[in-house]
């Protein structure tokens, strides 16, 4: 069984200030791990994604996240947030072995204040 | 390389109707899936396909069907619309194991 946790359903920040939205997991198989992202009234965009290489995982638009097995963390960070960051953000793990059925969490709405 | 499309856009039912939301990929991906997005609750997996000719229920199946009609294409059907329907729905597919490619969505709302 697979379970993901968002611990924060809001995330307020300025603009230019370090961005952090914390998620934790749990998992029966070695997972693989994403974030997405969505803009108001869009469909979902991949933002980054672990899949047991490097546990740094860069993405796009300076953000990235860490996978800390002992911990079973995958929180996603951005050094300094901009306006345009603006949006939902889902974690979200699956295994990748048999059939796919990937787990969202529930999503964090981060704000970012001007 | 459209990659998921979906139709319609928007959808405005009486209770009782029905309707069949369209799905499409042309990625050649193996599995596809059809979520619903309600605020607070993420993305709920009502079915999936994953792969050609096989279909199963997700976390929320009731009042709906589904129909996988090739490798590209994957429909949501409402028999008789209610109004605990509203919502948006998204379609997304993956070749299994690695990122889903999302659609723009379908907002149905069910008077």
């Known amino acids: 069984a697979q379970s993901v946790t968002q611990l924060d359903s809001h995330v307020s920040v300025s603009e230019g200030t370090p961005v952090l939205l914390r998620c934790n997991y749990s998992?029966?198989?070695?997972?693989?791990l994403f974030w997405y992202v969505q803009h108001p009234n869009k469909g979902l965009q991949l933002l980054l994604k672990?899949?047991?290489?490097?546990?740094l995982v860069k993405g796009i638009n300076g953000f990235e996240a860490e996978f800390k097995k002992s911990e079973t963390s995958f929180h996603l960070t951005k050094p300094s947030a901009h306006m345009s960051d603006a949006a939902e953000y889902f974690c979200?793990?699956?295994?990748?072995?048999?059939?796919?059925?990937?787990?969202f969490g529930r999503g964090t709405s981060l704000i970012v204040h001007p | 390389n459209a990659g998921v499309t979906q139709t319609p856009k928007f959808q405005v039912l009486k209770t009782g109707q029905s309707m069949t939301l369209q799905c499409a990929q042309d990625m050649n991906h193996n599995s596809m899936y059809w979520y619903r997005q309600d605020p607070g609750m993420g993305l709920r997996l009502i079915y999936y396909s994953a792969s050609e000719g096989t279909t199963d229920k997700g976390e929320v199946p009731n009042g709906y069907n589904v129909s996988r009609l090739n490798k590209r294409e994957f429909s949501l059907r409402l028999e008789s619309a209610a109004p605990s329907q509203t919502s948006v729905y998204f379609c997304?597919?993956?070749?299994?194991?690695?990122?889903?490619?999302f659609g723009p969505g379908t907002r149905l709302t069910v008077l």
């Open positions: 672990y899949t047991s290489a490097a546990t």
């Open positions: 997304a597919s993956t070749m299994g194991g690695y990122e889903q490619f």
């Open positions: 998992s029966s198989y070695s997972p693989s």
């Open positions: 979200v793990v699956s295994d990748l072995g048999g059939s796919y059925i990937p787990t």
